[in-house]
Each structure stands twice: as C-alpha cells, then as structure tokens.
C-alpha cells in the first residue's frame, strides 16, 4: 500500500533563511509525486510535481523539491522563505498504474516563517 | 475561469442530523474527487466520479455517507446520520483527465455537536 510521512508537525524558520519541509513516501513502482499548499481559509494549492526526467522540479513562489529515488524522498525546498510562506504543505503521492491512481497524501506539516 | 467551488464552507451539526455538501467542478471537467480531512490527519481519499458514474467508492467510511453526481456536473455528498467522528474538513478536487492534476476547492468544515 502507498503511504506517506512527513515527519516534522511544524517547521519554523527566519524570513530569508532557506527551508525543508520533509516527505519520504512507499510505494511500489515509480510513483508520481506531488507538493500542495493550504494557505489559511483557502483550499489546496499545487505547487510542484515530479513526473520523470531531472530530480530537481521547480514549481510555484519560488519553491523546488528534489525527488530522491534511493531515499523515497521528495523534500521541498527554498533558498529564502517569506512570512508569505507560512501555510501548511502537504506531500502526495500516486502510482503509475494505468487508470485511475487515487492521489495519497501525508498529514500535513505546518510552515512558519518569522519576520 | 472559476475554480471548483464547494457549499457550504462551514457547517455545525448536531449528532444524528443530516448534512449534505455541495461540489461544483470546474467546468468541463469530467473527473470529481473527494477527500477528507479529519484533525491532524492525512487527506484521504473518499471516492471518484467520472462524469455521473462513480469510478472508486472504496475510500468512504460506512453506508452513513451518500455521494451522487446526477448529470455529471455537481456533487453532493451527505452524511447521514451524522457522528462525531464524522468532523472534518471535506475537500472536492476535479481533473480534465484521470491521471492529471487535481484542482481543490477551499474545503467545506463540518463540526458535528
């Protein structure tokens, strides 16, 4: 069965300081692999995917996630955060399988971004 | 062009009341979604439509929950008898194509008393 972790509830980091927001994930296969954003009293927002091809995937405001296959990790990342960027980031993840692959996400963690 | 767009956006209930949820997709789109979110949990995954027929139902809970599509546009979802455990925060996503990627709405809260 798919699954996936994001093992840190809350990430706190200074405005210009970089910032990871961990994911690693199981599934069998090559898995397609996604980065939402829920910003407060909004829905999910997609930020980024890995499909194939270059590890690193660049995606929305700035962020990138680096898709490891010998770890199963696909954290997300940015050089210099923003108190703009306090929301809360959810890791996905779907099979390849052929039809439909229902999306599979972590608990959530919660980015805060001090002046 | 609208976003997928979801009614109403918070709803306090008490146990064994009957709530129903409203999801307007995105328009065109055939794939419908919805997920759940309970506190401090995972999204999961409840069922998919395409179009008025439901691909996947294996994620909802128990016979409580009923989720129709009739014509293939909108969705609702009700709960009924509503519990406790039924609190959360359900989300409505839509898709052009089953593989691609998923547009959300904003959610709609449910607090059942």
């Known amino acids: 069965a798919q699954s996936v972790a994001q093992p840190e509830d809350q990430v706190n980091v200074a405005e210009g300081n970089p910032l990871t927001v961990k994911c690693t994930y199981s599934v069998s296969g090559n898995p397609y692999l996604f980065w939402y954003v829920q910003y407060p009293n909004r829905g999910l927002q997609f930020l980024l995917k890995?499909?194939?091809?270059?590890?690193l995937v660049k995606g929305s405001y700035g962020f990138e996630a680096e898709f490891n296959k010998s770890q199963t990790s696909f954290h997300l990342k940015k050089p210099s955060a923003l108190v703009s960027d306090s929301a809360l980031y959810f890791c996905a993840v779907r099979d390849r399988g052929a039809g439909f692959q229902k999306l599979v996400f972590g608990t959530g963690t919660r980015l805060l971004v001090s002046p | 062009e609208a976003g997928v767009t979801q009614f109403p956006s918070h709803s306090v209930i008490e146990k064994g009341q009957t709530v129903t949820l409203r999801c307007d997709p995105i328009s065109g789109h055939d794939n419908l979604y919805w997920y759940r979110r309970v506190m401090g949990k995972e999204i999961k995954f409840l069922l998919h439509?395409?179009?008025?027929?439901?691909?996947?139902e294996s994620g909802m809970p128990n016979n409580r929950f009923l989720a129709e599509r009739t014509g293939g546009t909108y969705s609702t979802l009700k709960v009924q008898p509503a519990e406790l455990e039924d609190s959360g925060v359900y989300f409505c996503a839509s898709s052009p194509y089953t593989t691609g990627e998923l547009f959300f709405g904003e959610g709609s809260r449910l607090t059942v008393l």
């Open positions: 439509f395409v179009k008025e027929s439901k691909q996947d």
């Open positions: 890995y499909i194939t091809g270059d590890n």
